[in-house]
């Protein structure tokens, strides 16, 4: 018991100095972490970053090949050059001092910390529990050594290897996951996109209310203090069966401009011949066929119907309206099980299997069409003149103009990744990013890191993007039950 007393108090009094302010603070950088953000060692103020040999040797291991692991580690190397130019020994040895700036009680105000590379053989101490040569355990041991000889400041290893964090702990080394990459500290603080209303909501909010019409559209000025907690394009509604569901259009301070959606759960209003089966995928649509939404992003678990609503809501914008002039669809070349290998063909051929998700949703919308067998194979061709499956990999320097583009499977983008993919959008072009956090297969990254996550916060007060969460799950009862209960 006393011992137990005794390593709680510990802890207790490590907690204590690492959370002194004012002490100086030395970042020691795990390989991983300049692998995923390349502009890591200007993401630390004022502290110091100190680049172990260790990692400077697999970085250079790390630099040849065409992924994107290996373009950050290029530009590392290139941030690393810049620094060094005109830099002597003695300076290497007292830290070169990194270009960096915050904001201090408003002002921006230049705040500069120091770049330290190994220059010197530490005696690193390891534990004899701590078996082994990898560069692991000599970052470990870099790390140990550096929180022996700066007894006063604070010395943490930063990596995106959880193993790693977890051998630090062990041997009594502080160490932190990277968190500047983070766009929210939880997932499921992730703006879902609707909100329900209290029962007293027009109490509190329908005085002074102004209601009119536009092109068959009706409107409503509320004011209230729910107001200021909305954002644009946001859908409301109440439980109750003819409740209100609008979307969120302007808002002012206080007051706040609703317009009610269109309910295409009713069968005169079927997209493609289908219907939204819940209130989270009428809102979708809703979305998909604003024409003055040019940014979507829908989240769900398999099954909630993302792929076949934002289809639907494509063709028919596509072959009916003209509003597009094609369909674009891409997806992450993420395996599930083991890889096949090399595929044969074009890009179009190449990217077909990873597509079942596209052409199994193509069945369901061609059922409906009438004509028989020969009528829904001429349909069939029709939808792949008009709908090209593209790789991510040919993406960097296009121009998409008046077209319908879909990233599929998109929790798997880091946020550069996902940045490069929305810029390529010209005028006229809607683009749609589909995805399900809880299933990210990307190393290092996190619900809380994905570029879809990123995206979702980073557009959700733009007048001209809009965001959806779907919960309900619309496959099949067993698909359904299998969910709830595996």
């Not at 596509?318 to 083991?338: A, C, D, F, K």
């Not at 890009?347 to 069945?363: H, Q, R, S, T, V």
Request: contains cysteine.
């Amino acid at each position: 018991m006393a011992k137990a007393e005794s390593s709680e108090s510990k802890a207790a009094d490590k907690r204590s100095r690492a959370g002194k302010r004012g002490q100086r603070r030395i970042f020691v950088l795990d390989t991983n972490v300049l692998m995923h953000d390349p502009t890591a060692i200007f993401r630390f103020d004022e502290h110091d970053v100190y680049i172990p040999m260790i990692v400077l040797e697999e970085l250079d291991a790390g630099k040849k090949g065409l992924s994107e692991a290996a373009r950050n580690v290029r530009q590392v190397s290139r941030f690393l050059d810049e620094l060094m130019v005109g830099v002597d020994k003695t300076a290497i040895d007292h830290g070169i001092e990194l270009p960096t700036s915050k904001y201090i009680n408003g002002q921006k105000k230049a705040v500069a910390g120091r770049l330290f590379f190994q220059t010197k053989v530490l005696s690193g101490g390891l534990p004899d529990t701590l078996p082994g040569h990898g560069a692991d355990n000599a970052i470990l041991g870099q790390a140990l050594a550096l929180q022996k000889e700066h007894t006063e400041a604070r010395v943490t290893l930063v990596s995106k290897d959880i193993n790693l964090r977890i051998k630090a702990s062990i041997i009594g080394v502080y160490a932190e996951d990277y968190y500047n990459d983070k766009t929210i500290e939880d997932a499921d603080l992730l703006y879902t996109g609707l909100q329900e209303l209290p029962a007293n909501f027009w109490e509190k909010h329908g005085k002074n209310m102004h209601s009119w019409q536009e092109q068959t559209r009706t409107y409503y000025r509320v004011h209230g203090p729910m107001v200021r907690d909305w954002h644009v394009n946001q859908f409301l509604y109440q439980q109750d069966a003819n409740g209100l569901e609008a979307i969120v259009r302007k808002i002012d301070g206080n007051e706040a401009v609703l317009e009610l959606i269109r309910d295409f759960r009713n069968e005169r209003h079927s997209i493609w011949g289908i219907n939204a089966r819940n209130r989270e995928q009428n809102f979708a649509l809703n979305l998909l066929l604003d024409p003055e939404i040019d940014f979507v992003t829908i989240l769900g678990p398999a099954g909630t119907g993302k792929t076949l609503l934002t289809l639907a809501a494509g063709l028919a914008q596509t072959l009916e309206s003209n509003r597009y002039s094609e369909i674009i669809m891409t997806r992450v070349t993420i395996p599930l099980g083991e890889d096949i290998g090399f595929l044969p063909g074009t890009e179009e051929e190449k990217m077909e299997p990873w597509m079942g998700a596209l052409m199994d949703n193509l069945e369901v919308l061609t059922q409906s069409q009438e004509g028989g067998n020969w009528g829904r194979a001429a349909t069939n061709d029709l939808l792949r003149n008009r709908i090209k499956i593209r790789s991510l990999n040919f993406m960097r320097g296009r121009t998409f103009l008046n077209r319908f583009l879909i990233l599929d499977e998109a929790q798997n983008l880091t946020a550069k990744q996902m940045k490069a993919l929305v810029t390529r959008s010209g005028p006229g072009t809607k683009v749609v990013c589909l995805g399900n956090i809880a299933q990210i297969d990307t190393p290092y990254l996190t619900e809380t890191t994905s570029g879809l996550t990123y995206v979702v916060n980073r557009f959700r007060d733009w007048s001209h993007a809009g965001h959806i969460t779907l919960m309900r799950g619309e496959r099949s009862r067993l698909a359904d039950y299998a969910s709830e209960i595996l």
